[in-house]
């Protein structure tokens, strides 16, 4: 009688555990692959009672009601520990997707720092095991509390600097004055922050190089954080003009530079101060925003390049710090002759070719025309504005562009070095429809509406050069707009 309920329950457990594990499996499976495509959490949680709790349990079933193995064997136990293991892994998973995982936004769930959970993951494991070894080993908790306790001593003795850097991480992850993507300044050391863990910080620096911090050591410094509370970082910089130059003309060419330099905001707008009168110069100094810190460096190049450009352009000296006197190069410098200048450039343009010969006439118009410089980059033309000079390229590449109907610029033809810009908003009389920016280092020569006219005079030819290329350059720019419709 015996036997036979023995072989019963024998065959009971071989089919249910012969058909309930591969139909929990398939179940599971499903319900994981559903919660994936929704983008669920808890498919991890059930991914680990799938591959790692629900076989152990199977298996030491299987040996228990099965194979009739010892319950105190050494084989059971392990597995029974290895059970325990997997059940708490699962346990303290579905705990972190019910409480961080699934968290709202702004809630103290949401902020509450990875290096506590993953602290207190390591406290409940351990507990976990405590619990496993009393129960399935019977071991005695007692002697192992007494015996971790002296051992907690000796290695928080031996680790106390360690120890410090993590309850310093601790406060900082609590205050959380920086998050990862954060640039900070600590004591000298600028950088992004790309890890917090549980020692240390780890900072990027503009050199590509990876710089430790440990928790101890900025817990005592002073931090400044560029992209808290807003992302917005004020920019100084400090440059000197001549006494000879208005202070009002310097700082309008300042804050014009400013504003058309790229990654420069123009809200808030740009400050020029009067900073001081030293030996050789005015200081100004010039206060603008950018809103991405790690584009610093190349504004600032950017923005200190252009000033040349702009100087140059509104005759604005940049003295030296010595009492030698300099002559500088340009359209303006002493000792240059105008005209000369004048006749030089336009021996490189053809159509000016005829005009070049009357050399009795030169002295006149060279009077209505500046040499101009324009850094790579710089608009030269912007659309909107209004123009009443031509423009002819002397050397350089230049870039004439219209906006789409998203504001997007598109490129219309290129010009380069013999080329005239222009002509469309000094003949019409409008503000110009196009924009002309260099794209390499461009030296123009700018004519003025009267000296414009008076070319025509004396050389009518140069009146139908401008009107076929003010008719090609319409059909390019129509043909442009049509194509971004």
């Known amino acids: ?5 023995i072989q019963s329950n024998l065959f009971i457990w071989s089919i249910t555990l012969a058909v309930g594990f591969p139909f929990l499996i398939i179940v599971l499976g499903e319900i994981i692959h559903r919660l994936k495509k929704r983008g669920k959490p808890l498919a991890t949680t059930l991914q680990v009672v799938r591959n790692l709790v629900l076989p152990v349990l199977v298996f030491l079933l299987f040996m228990q009601y099965v194979l009739k193995l010892d319950h105190n064997s050494n084989l059971i136990r392990t597995v029974q520990t290895l059970l325990w293991i997997f059940v708490i892994h699962a346990a303290l998973s579905l705990l972190n997707v019910i409480l961080f995982e699934q968290a709202e936004a702004d809630t103290w769930r949401a902020r509450f720092p990875k290096l ?21 080993w019977n071991a005695d908790l007692a002697g192992l509390a007494t015996a971790l306790g002296v051992s907690s001593i000796v290695i928080a003795l031996a680790l106390q600097d360690t120890l410090g850097s993590i309850m310093s991480g601790i406060a900082l992850l609590f205050e959380r004055p920086f998050t990862v993507g954060d640039w900070l300044k600590v004591g000298d050391t600028v950088g992004q922050v790309i890890d917090i863990n549980w020692r240390a910080v780890r900072l990027q620096t503009f ?121 500088v190069r340009g359209s303006n410098s002493p000792g240059e002759d105008p005209s000369k200048k004048f006749a030089e450039s336009l021996q490189s343009i053809p159509v ?11 002295d006149n118009l060279s009077q209505g025309v500046m040499l101009h410089h324009f850094g790579t980059g710089e608009k030269v033309i912007q659309q909107g504005y209004p123009g009443n000079d031509l423009y002819i390229i002397i050397s350089g590449k230049a870039l004439l562009t219209i906006p789409d109907a998203w504001g997007t610029e598109c490129e219309v033809l290129s010009l380069k070095a013999g080329e005239f810009f ?3 908003a000094l003949f019409s009389g409008e503000p110009s429809t196009v924009s002309v920016t260099a794209i390499e280092d461009l030296e123009v020569m700018i004519f003025s509406s009267i000296v414009v006219n008076q070319m025509i005079e004396r050389q009518p030819s140069f009146a139908r050069e401008i009107g076929q290329i003010l008719e090609v350059r319409r059909k390019a720019i129509q043909a442009v707009k049509q194509s971004s419709v």
């Open 1 to 5: 009688m015996n036997s036979t309920i």
């Open 116 to 136: 506590l959970i993953d602290l207190s993951r390591l406290f409940l494991i351990l507990v976990g095991t405590a619990i496993a070894l009393s129960s399935v």
């Open 207 to 327: 050199d590509r190089e990876m710089i430790v911090i440990p928790h101890k050591v900025i817990s005592g410094e002073t931090i400044h954080n560029f992209s808290q509370p807003l992302r917005l970082h004020a920019e100084r910089i400090q440059i000197g003009f001549s006494y000879n130059d208005p202070p009002n003309l310097a700082k309008q060419v300042l804050k014009s530079t400013a504003l058309s330099t790229q990654g420069i905001l123009s809200e808030p707008e740009p400050q020029i101060f009067t900073l001081s009168y030293d030996d050789s110069s005015v200081t100004y100094e010039v206060k603008f925003f950018i809103e991405n810190y790690s584009e610093l460096e190349k504004i600032r190049d950017r923005f200190m390049t252009r000033i040349w450009y702009a100087a140059q352009r509104n005759n604005l000296k940049i003295p030296f710090p010595i009492r030698t006197l300099y002559h």
């Open 352 to 362: 000016f070719v005829p005009l070049k010969k009357e050399q009795t006439n030169l």
């Open 422 to 424: 222009g002509e469309m």
